[in-house]
Structure formats: structure tokens, C-alpha cells
Nanobody
Framework: QVQLVESGGGLVQAGGSLTLSCAAS????????MAWFRQAPGKEREIVAG???????YYRDSVKGRFTISRDNNKNTMYLQMNSLKPDDTAVYYC??????????????????WGQGTQVTVSS
């Protein structure tokens, strides 16, 4: 059974930094793409950044240059380093992983397993 557990959210002032972690278990971590999504109140869930099994990365335009996604296959953990945070980054952040091994996709519908979410609040 695949399990994903996020940590690292919190309250930070605008311009500050946070690092999110996602610990995975239940299958061979290195064979599967991972991503961070977020959902703000009243808005749809959107992808923030993704990293494939082969370390290809994707970032939504609004976080390029501020956020960095990475993975440590030895620790079965994915990270999201968030710098220069803005109030618009406030949301619940979810980690997710794809259903199919070696699939490269940034489409939400292809992500079958999800963590419980961690709140990130950026004050102005």
C-alpha cells in the first residue's frame, strides 16, 4: 500500500522560506514520478512542481526561480524548497505520485496516490 506523508508546512512572512518534505513508502520509490500540488480556498487544485523518475522537472510559471523540487531515492523522500514566498502561495500543499512506473506526466488525473496535505500560510 502506497503511503505519502508530508511535513514542513507552517506560517511564514512574505519573503521567507519553507521546505516541505514528502516521505513515501509501499513501493520502489525511484521508479515513479512525484509532484507537489496545492489548493487554496475556493480554487481548484493545481500542480506546483513535478519531478519524474528520471529527474526531469516541471514548475508552474508563478513559482519558477523561487521553488526547487528534488528527490532523494535513498531516503524515499521528495522535497520542495520554497523561497521568496508570497501571500498568493498560501494553500494546502499535497504531495502525490503517479500510478504507472516510468510515466512522465504533469496532469493531475494521472496522480493516483496523495498525502494528507500540509498548510502553508504566508502573511503580508
Amino acid at each position: 500500500q502506497v503511503q505519502l506523508v508530508e511535513s514542513g508546512g507552517g506560517l511564514v512572512q512574505a519573503g521567507g522560506s519553507l521546505t516541505l518534505s514528502c516521505a513515501a513508502s509501499g513501493r520502489t520509490f525511484s521508479n515513479y514520478g512525484m509532484a507537489w500540488f496545492r489548493q487554496a480556498p475556493g480554487k481548484e487544485r493545481e500542480i506546483v512542481a513535478g519531478i519524474s523518475w528520471s529527474d526531469w522537472t516541471y514548475y508552474r510559471d508563478s513559482v519558477k526561480g523561487r521553488f526547487t523540487i528534488s528527490r532523494d531515492n535513498n531516503k524515499n523522500t521528495m522535497y520542495l524548497q520554497m523561497n521568496s514566498l508570497k501571500p498568493d502561495d498560501t494553500a494546502v500543499y499535497y504531495c502525490a505520485t503517479v500510478q504507472v512506473a516510468y510515466q512522465i506526466t504533469w496532469d493531475l488525473k494521472n496522480y493516483a496516490y496523495w498525502g494528507q496535505g500540509t498548510q502553508v500560510t504566508v502573511s503580508s
